[in-house]
């Protein structure tokens, strides 16, 4: 499977981003997606995760109430849709795909490059 991040950008504090996360491969609607993003200063962290059904999801708390994944297999695509973005949601994104669900990167096998996210405040 290869995925391929896009949407990042420029955006003022308070303002919405949609991340897209699109695949390629056989039987990517097996695959559980999470989004990770390394920030500056800090070590690549979890951000949203969703299973390969759509019906399971989870985020880190500093995003819950403002951010929300969804998927449309049909597509082979998953969203990240960031609103009320803050100054520190600044960073690189990463999309990841594995057949394990969870919070932790090791558990995904399969990366995209990431889609760099500047919120100026």
């Known amino acids: 499977v290869q995925l391929q991040a896009s949407g990042g950008g420029l955006v003022q504090a308070g303002g919405s981003l949609t991340l897209s996360c699109i695949a390629s491969?056989?039987?990517?609607?097996?695959?559980?997606v999470g989004w990770f993003r390394r920030t500056p200063g800090k070590e690549r962290e979890f951000v949203a995760a969703?299973?390969?059904?759509?019906?399971?999801?989870d985020y880190i708390e500093s995003v819950k109430g403002r951010f929300a994944v969804s998927r449309d297999n049909a597509k082979d695509t998953v969203y990240l849709q960031m609103n009320g973005l803050k100054s520190e949601d600044t960073g690189v994104y990463y999309c990841?795909?594995?057949?394990?669900?969870?919070?932790?990167?090791?558990?995904?096998?399969?990366w995209g490059q990431g889609s760099l996210v500047t919120v100026s405040s």
């Open positions: 491969g056989r039987n990517f609607e097996h695959y559980a």
């Open positions: 990841a795909a594995g057949y394990t669900w969870g919070v932790i990167a090791k558990l995904y096998e399969y």
């Open positions: 969703i299973s390969w059904t759509g019906g399971t999801k």
